[in-house]
């Protein structure tokens, strides 16, 4: 019975002078949502994924979605090129990629002093296009802005801060490393994402050292960078 209903999956594409994002809007509209994160599925590569509803099931559905994506994340990924295997549920973030022939370059000793963030526009726009990709990452689709501070204010009394009630962002940046403002600025959008998604409740009890908010978004910022450096290692040096 099962096999009747299929996994749909899609990649929006700039056709037409219709940009991605209008288009992106357009399929969630049919039950599309992106490919990441909670949905996502490292069978199929593209960036939008449908799962069916099964009829007369609603919420029941879910179970067995979870088990077929337990039996395909349990598929045997052979290297072309070396031979190597693994289990698709170990790739990371790069299931099809082979890390025993293609091992990350990233740089393994960095000094802080040559990626100190400055006021310029070419440092500007490495961070507001690590906010964007943090954005589309947690699928946060509001106008949310992330202010850089050079100087202290009386707000700001941390390296970074979250208010949950005004859904302001700030980052205090002097004499920090461009990598260590991406990492506060993707800690604090992942608790703007956990307040989206009604899950802030308390500011005082959920800011806490060690509390399931916190550690979400230490894990996410983390994983954030990682995936991020990845695409753009420049921003080691």
Same mark, same amino acid.
């Given at each position: /019975? %099962? /096999?009747?209903?299929?996994? /749909?999956?899609?990649?929006?594409?700039? *056709?037409?002078?219709?940009?991605?994002?209008?288009? +992106?809007?357009?399929?969630?509209?049919?039950?599309?949502?992106?490919? $990441?994160?909670?949905? $996502?599925?490292?069978?199929?590569? @593209?960036?939008?994924?449908?799962?069916?509803?099964?009829?007369?099931?609603?919420?029941?559905?879910?179970?067995? *979605?979870?088990?077929? %994506?337990?039996?395909?994340?349990?598929?045997?990924?052979?290297?072309?090129?070396?031979?190597?295997?693994?289990?698709? $549920?170990?790739?990371?973030?790069?299931?099809?990629?082979?890390?025993?022939?293609?091992?990350?370059? %990233?740089?393994?000793?960095?000094?802080?002093?040559?990626?100190?963030?400055?006021?310029?526009?070419?440092?500007?726009?490495?961070?507001? @296009?690590?906010?964007?990709?943090?954005?589309?990452?947690?699928?946060?689709? @509001?106008? =949310?802005?992330?202010?850089?501070?050079?100087?202290? +204010?009386?707000?700001?009394?941390?390296?970074?801060?979250?208010?949950?009630?005004?859904? $302001?962002?700030?980052?205090?940046?002097?004499?920090?490393? *461009? =990598?260590?403002? /991406?990492?506060?600025?993707?800690?604090?959008?992942?608790?703007?994402?956990?307040? %989206?998604?009604?899950?802030?409740?308390?500011?005082?009890?959920?800011?806490? @050292?060690?509390?399931? =908010?916190?550690?979400?978004?230490?894990?996410?910022?983390?994983?954030?960078?990682? *995936?991020?450096?990845?695409?753009?290692?420049?921003?080691?040096?």
């Amino acid at each position: /019975m %099962l /096999m009747h209903f299929k996994i /749909m999956t899609l990649t929006p594409d700039n *056709i037409d002078g219709v940009s991605v994002n209008v288009l +992106t809007q357009f399929y969630k509209k049919f039950g599309f949502k992106m490919n $990441k994160g909670y949905n $996502k599925n490292f069978e199929y590569r @593209d960036t939008m994924i449908r799962y069916p509803k099964l009829p007369g099931m609603k919420e029941n559905f879910k179970p067995i *979605i979870k088990s077929l %994506l337990r039996e395909a994340l349990d598929k045997t990924i052979t290297c072309s090129k070396c031979g190597h295997q693994w289990k698709l $549920k170990d790739g990371g973030d790069d299931p099809y990629v082979c890390h025993k022939c293609h091992p990350e370059n %990233l740089p393994k000793k960095q000094s802080l002093n040559e990626a100190i963030l400055n006021k310029t526009n070419k440092d500007l726009r490495k961070v507001a @296009d690590f906010v964007n990709f943090a954005k589309d990452f947690l699928d946060i689709n @509001d106008d =949310i802005k992330v202010a850089l501070a050079f100087e202290r +204010t009386p707000d700001l009394t941390t390296t970074a801060y979250y208010n949950y009630v005004d859904k $302001k962002l700030k980052v205090y940046v002097k004499d920090r490393a *461009i =990598i260590d403002v /991406m990492r506060s600025i993707g800690h604090e959008l992942c608790h703007h994402k956990q307040n %989206l998604d009604g899950r802030l409740k308390d500011s005082i009890k959920d800011g806490e @050292d060690g509390s399931p =908010i916190e550690n979400e978004a230490n894990a996410v910022a983390g994983k954030l960078i990682r *995936i991020y450096g990845r695409l753009h290692p420049e921003i080691y040096i």
